[in-house]
């Protein structure tokens, strides 16, 4: 199966299985409103009864932000911030949580989701702290590149070239980050597929395999990439025309947000279906199985197998 | 400069009659840009315009700032200054080699470094030079001082950066004697301040002749009128720039600037209909209001030359509508430098008919830069060029002043400006389509970031840190610019503005006498006004505490009247209210509370609006802690907004300035959408990870 073939059925099952794409875009837009609602509470406080409202609809005033900063200041801004971080987190751990339901479906559809999600979570939890490991060492070397290129270009009197070098900066540090994530999906996949267990062992066979298909993985990625960045191109051309004159209006553009949201959600379990349909079409050659991790130990087997614990 | 072309020069100063020469200065200097040096001699001609006898001197040496770490200047930055960093081991200083009066004493040996300020002994940015016999009333003394300046890498507006030069505090200079009653000093003296962080400059008026020596191959650009350029043989070109009523000169070389000229055409650039309209707000005749020709001259990077018309727009915009404004702008020439990618910390900086401005290699269309730079700098050819504000005093008075003054000319020719946000140098304002903003709000909401920080007059090093000094130097009395402007009306505010420009052009007023120059310009009595907003730090704060509407019921109970006595009980009165209900002639009670939430005082209108359509106006003076308001209507109160047209800039909080009857959750709804928006967009990246 070629790139374009495991895209194709990607995109056939994600629209198949598009109650994942809800759950997941359900779960974001959640744990974005517990972030906001406490903002909205307080925004609707100060502006409800004020005929501020009604000049701020129209012409939104960076004085009123300061003025609402200023009157929130101090406590409240950092249960609000702390309130972020947590959320954040917590938006990370059920993501991770929902992955493992998510991908077993892509591979099995009898299969169960939230018991698939309950079943591999412990494992792409490890997992998804190890490629944190990897991600930290993208994030440093954009860090030290950048840290050069500004270095380099402090002693410059041209500042052209060295945005340029920093662009290509950016671009290989963007590569490398969406290489890294590619090969994790992957590693997510061989989790669920049980082809290996530890979380180590299925990054070093998610790396193989991307390092013995790079064109055929690479191009699934991108291209999945390049729709994702071109809806969102194409939500940016269109929201030129979402202007929020009218409530009826902000309506609209909230109804069309939100489409923009759930799509670019779906954009991202259409390339994890594909990426199971590029593994499942090509499998790399079953490894050595490792010892099955026994549930509990039967203690009379055991005992009547090894008279010593007896004694 | 040959004594014969000196005299010229202070001889027409003189006839001018325009101003009061004290310091005229003619310069030989010459710039081994290997070294980054520039070795020179000053011959400095100094009038003692009091009726002091005056037994010493003291002169500024700017450049020992940047000498080592224990200068005053460097204790109070800790080598960070206006975003820009000192860099270690490129230090710069200012030898005097030689001081001697001119054919007399050598006085080299008495100079002594003093502290005015903070007695920091290890200071070295002021110099007295004790004098063999005084210098009398009216009389002058010339001086001859050969120094060398090593210029630091870029700092706080002076230094190098590879070839580029940029000559700013780079000669010894004068300080300014002040007799009693100048600038309200108690006694008389030097005003010579040390060189502080947070403080630009002061200095006397006088003419200036300088002769820069430079490889030829550098393009160079100075304060003044290039008179002649000499090669002299050795590969070397001498520069002579001469320039009068002026109280500083800076200049600036580099080999590979871009030189662009045009000439701001007063003619072209004026339509009959602005002429006629500035008349008559400011009440002067159109050949009053008439501006003059200027030569524009840009010293652009090469890769900002794409940029040059966005600068000469800029740049004509600010000599048009300060020129009509406040008086034309009476130099011949503005010079406005880009300096390079690097060289930052010498951008954003003025000198007389010389500004430093700065941009991007990429900028947006509507980006606020370069023109917001191009038209403040220029702004302080007014008042800090032309009205010689004491800048280490009173800050706030050149670049208050400047930074209100700005934003009119900003808001007027650039409407829709947007803050410049860029993300590896890509500017992002237009693709994130940025709300247009005011100089106002920009002004307001800084203002708000700390509004009892300070009281807006300190001295410069005086106040707490130096984003306060910023915020009491630039944004507030911005604020209190516009604030006053709405308070005394658009057309008396013109005229007292030019009024107080035209009586201290090349003269040195203090904040009094804006004040002075304020009342006698509008009549009135302002100083309430100066007492709340610049001499303390009290927060403004005027907001509605409560209203009810309340129907008004009949009254029970017995009385008396010309008919007897009549008793009305509650069926009765029930039974009226009843009758009236139905015939729509219920009268309603509205009863409102204006508190004054803050500390300042200010007089506040508030008004009301009914149902019907009916409005109320009430004056307060805002003085008590609160005022009541009653009206009894047939129809229901709909709103309540104390100061509706927000006069009060300096208002700490402008959504409690008022009360609706009904809710309205449209503007909470459409901010909430937004920010969800986002967030979701976060939630959905962070997501990538798991």
């Known amino acids: ?311 | 400069m040959h004594r014969w072309a000196s005299a010229i020069l202070l001889l027409s100063v003189c006839l001018s009659g325009q101003n009061k020469p004290q310091a005229n200065y003619s310069i030989s200097a010459r710039l081994n840009p290997t070294a980054k040096t520039v070795t020179g001699r000053e011959t400095l001609t100094w009038i003692n315009g009091s009726q002091d006898p005056i037994p010493d001197l003291q002169f500024h040496l700017y450049m020992n700032a940047f000498k080592n770490t224990k200068s005053t200047f460097m204790r109070e930055s800790g080598g960070q200054l206006r975003g820009d960093r000192f860099q270690k081991d490129s230090w710069g200083y200012i030898d005097i080699k030689k001081l001697a009066v001119a054919g007399g004493a050598d006085l080299t040996r008495a100079m002594e470094f003093i502290a005015p300020d903070d007695g920091n002994a290890e200071d070295r940015t002021v110099i007295r030079v004790p004098l063999e016999k005084p210098v009398p009333p009216g009389g002058q003394i010339t001086l001859e001082i050969d120094f060398v300046t090593q210029f630091p890498h870029v700092f706080a507006r002076t230094g190098y950066h590879g070839n580029f030069f940029l000559g700013g505090q780079w000669f010894p200079k004068i300080g300014v004697w002040e007799k009693a009653g100048m600038r309200f000093a108690k006694t008389a003296g030097w005003n010579c301040h040390q060189f502080h962080a947070n403080s630009e400059f002061y200095a006397d008026y006088g003419a200036y002749a300088v002769d820069l020596t430079v490889p030829s191959e550098y393009v160079v650009g100075a304060t003044g009128i290039q008179k002649n350029a000499v090669k002299n043989g050795d590969g070397t070109t001498t520069y002579r720039f001469e320039q009068a009523n002026v109280h500083d000169f800076a200049w600036t070389a580099q080999p590979t600037y871009r030189r662009f000229t045009r000439t701001f055409d007063a003619e072209r650039e004026v339509t009959a209909k602005e002429l006629t309209d500035i008349s008559r707000l400011l009440g002067i005749p159109h050949a009053e209001a008439r501006l003059s020709n200027v030569e524009m001259i840009l010293l652009l990077q090469p890769e900002h030359a794409g940029q040059a018309e966005r600068h000469f727009r800029a740049t004509a915009n600010a000599i048009k509508w300060f020129g009509l404004w406040y008086g034309a702008y009476p130099h011949a020439t503005i010079t406005v430098v880009d300096p390079p990618n690097g060289g930052g910390g010498a951008g954003g900086m003025e000198y007389p008919t010389f500004i430093t401005a700065g941009t991007s290699w990429l900028q947006g269309r509507n980006d606020g830069d370069p023109e917001g730079v191009v038209v403040h700098e220029f702004g302080h050819q007014y008042w800090q060029g032309l009205v010689g504000s004491n800048e280490f005093e009173e800050a706030w008075m050149d670049e208050g002043f400047n930074t209100y003054s700005t934003g009119k000319v900003i808001d007027r020719a650039y409407p829709g400006w947007t803050l410049p946000v860029r993300l590896a140098g890509i500017p992002l304002s237009n693709l994130m389509r940025l709300p247009g903003l005011t100089w106002e709000s920009v002004d307001r909401a800084a203002y708000l970031s700390a509004p009892k920080a300070d009281d807006l007059a300190r001295r410069a090093w005086e106040y707490q840190t130096g984003s306060s000094y910023s915020l009491n130097s630039y944004m507030r009395p911005g604020a209190m610019m516009l604030t006053l402007e709405n308070t005394l009306g658009e057309a008396e505010m013109a005229k007292a503005m030019r009024a107080y420009h035209q009586r201290w052009r090349y003269d040195h007023p203090a904040f009094p006498d804006f004040i002075a120059a304020v009342n006698e310009s509008t009549g009135k009595d302002m100083n309430w006004f100066f007492d709340q907003f610049v001499y303390s730090s009290n927060v403004a704060d005027y907001a509605v505490a409560g209203v009810s509407c309340e129907p008004v019921s009949e009254d029970l109970g017995v009385f008396d009247g010309n008919g007897g006595r009549r008793t009305v009980t509650a069926a009765e009165a029930r039974k009226i209210d009843e009758e009236r209900e139905k015939n729509h002639k219920r009268q309603w009670l509205t009863k409102a509370t204006i508190r004054r939430e803050g500390e300042a005082v200010y007089p506040v209108d508030i008004e009301f609006r009914f149902e019907n359509g009916e409005t109320e106006r009430r004056q307060w003076d805002g003085k008590y802690r609160w005022a009541k308001f009653e009206f009894t209507k047939a129809t229901k109160v709909a709103s309540v907004a104390v100061d509706p047209e927000h006069k009060l800039v300096l208002d700490a909080n402008w959504t409690n300035n008022s009360w609706r009857a009904e809710s309205s959750y449209a503007t909470a709804g459409k901010l909430t959408s937004t920010v969800l928006f986002w967030v979701e967009q976060v939630l959905a990246t962070l997501a990538l990870l798991a």
């Not at chain 1, 609707?44 to 200041?73: K, P």
């Open chain 1, 1 to 311: 199966m070629n790139a374009l073939a495991a895209l194709s059925a990607g995109g056939r099952q994600s629209m198949r299985l598009f109650k994942i794409t809800a759950l997941f875009y359900a779960m974001n837009l959640a744990m974005a409103a517990v972030i906001v609602a406490p903002l909205a509470v307080a925004v609707a406080g100060n502006l409800s009864r004020s005929l501020e409202s009604a000049r701020l609809f129209s012409n939104f005033d960076v004085g009123w932000l300061m003025e609402f900063s200023y009157q929130y200041r101090g406590g409240t801004a950092v249960q609000f911030a702390v309130l972020t971080v947590v959320v954040g987190l917590c938006s990370l751990v059920l993501n991770t949580f929902l992955a493992g339901g998510a991908i077993a479906l892509f591979e099995r559809e009898d299969d169960a989701f939230f018991s698939a999600s309950a079943r591999y979570f412990p494992r792409l939890a490890r997992l998804a702290l190890v490629s944190l490991v990897f991600y930290g060492f993208v994030a440093a070397l954009f860090g030290v590149g950048s840290r050069l290129i500004g270095k380099a270009s402090e002693s410059s009197m041209e500042a052209g070239p060295w945005i340029m070098l920093r662009w290509g900066l950016i671009g290989v540090a963007v590569f490398l980050a969406g290489v890294v994530n590619m090969t994790f999906d992957y590693a997510k996949i061989v989790l669920v597929t049980g082809e290996a267990r530890g979380a180590v062992r299925a990054t070093m066979r998610a790396a193989a395999f991307v390092a013995s298909r790079p064109a055929r993985t690479l191009a699934v990625y991108w291209i999945c990439g390049a729709a994702a960045l071109g809806l969102l191109a194409a939500y940016h051309g269109l929201s030129e025309f979402a202007t929020q004159e009218t409530m009826t209006r902000v309506l609209l553009v909230l109804v069309f947000r939100q489409a923009y949201v759930l799509f670019r959600v779906w954009a991202r379990l259409w390339t994890w279906s594909s990426e199971v349909h590029a593994y499942e079409a090509a499998p790399l050659p079953v490894a050595e199985p490792e010892p099955p991790i026994p549930s509990y130990v039967d203690v009379t087997q055991g005992a009547a197998a090894d008279p010593e614990t007896l004694s």
